[in-house]
Nanobody, 115 residues
């Protein structure tokens, strides 16, 4: 099993920035990618950004140029720096750890972009 602890969500004004962190523990040897998904009320959970163990990144088109994902393999932690936030970025953000046989999810952290 893999445990994920997220932090960094909150309320921010449009145009502002937030950084989310997700620390993994447990059976992390099988994890080859980590990232973030988000789910707004009444919508499906969608990819935000993903990063592999060797640093290959994938971003949703809606966040390209505004969000940056990174990871610290020594700390088993993934980050997403979110800049130029928009009201449509409001959602619960979930950390994902992708293993060879399973996906593991964090409990989610709320990000609200509002004036």
């Amino acid at each position: 099993q893999v445990q994920l602890v997220e932090s960094g969500g909150g309320l921010v004004q449009p145009g502002g920035s937030l950084r989310l962190s997700c620390a993994a523990s447990g059976s992390i040897f099988s994890i080859y990618a980590m990232g973030w998904y988000r789910q707004a009320p009444g919508k499906q959970r969608d990819l935000v950004a993903l990063i592999t163990k060797i640093g290959t990144t994938t971003y949703a088109d809606s966040v390209k140029g505004r969000f940056t994902i990174s990871r610290d393999n020594a700390k088993n932690t993934v980050y997403v720096q979110m800049n130029s936030l928009k009201p449509e970025d409001t959602a619960v953000y979930y950390c994902l750890a992708r293993g060879a046989a399973s996906d593991y999810w964090g409990p989610g952290t709320q990000v609200t972009v509002s004036s």
